[in-house]
Each structure stands twice: as structure tokens, then as C-alpha cells.
């Protein structure tokens, strides 16, 4: 996986956020809160996670989602730190799973079918309206198919 902080100066506290299949950073560019430094995790190719990064932090707020909240249970089982909090949203420890995550036969036809009109088509239905669909789009991930 990559980690890369989109911010980091010297805070005490740490937003260590697990981001969704699909993601980067361009993603999240945008301001994060003034007492945090911030950790962003995506591109889950491996699930091989840099705990050093952690090191030094007196609370870290772990937030996931979607696809993240599968590799934050995996990175962070049986860790103990200083959590402030533990945020899932739109996400399963089962992700796919016919009853607790992406049923297995969807998963399967995405990804066997795999391609730029279904990522175009997946990136409208995980925003749910237009306007939406029009904010992720001027920050969508710069992933190419082929990566994904």
C-alpha cells in the first residue's frame, strides 16, 4: 500500500485515513483539521504498512472508507495505540461477501469486465448525485485502468 502524509507538522494528534479502492491523493487535497496531521493510506496493491509512521503521535483518529475499512482491520489488528477514535464509513471487515459486503458475483462480473466505461460507471454510483459527481470529478484519482 502507499502512505503518504498530506500533511504533516509536528502535531500530536494523527488522522490516519484508510481511503477507498480506486483512490490516491488527488483525491483529497483538500483542507484537513488544524490540530492533525494527516496520513493517507490507498493503492492497496499489498497490504505492507510503514508503523514507524505512527511513532510519536499521542492520539491517532483512524477513519476508513469503503474498500479501506477492510485494510485498516487488517493493518491495524491486534495494534494497540493511543486511539482517539475509529471511523467506518461505507465499508465491511467482509468486503465481499454475499451478506455483510459486495455480493461475490458482482464483484466477480466488475472485475472480470473490468474496464474505463465500468470505472466511469462505478465512480457515478459512489457519488449518488450530480453535484456530487461533478466535485469528485474535478479531484478523481489519476489511476489508470491497467492499475487498477
Sequence with gaps: MKQRFIKKEGNSTLLLFFAGWGSDENLFAGPVQEECDCLLCFDYKDLDFDYSLLEGYKE???MAWSMG???ACQALAGKEYP???RLAVNGTPFP?????GIPEAIFQGTLENFSEPVLIRFRRRICGSAAQVKTFLSHHP???VDDL
Design 60 to 62: 491517532i483518529r483512524v
Design 142 to 144: 489519476y489511476r489508470e
Design 83 to 85: 486511539y482517539g477514535m
Design 96 to 100: 465481499i461477501h454475499d451478506t455483510k
Design 69 to 71: 475499512v477492510w485494510v
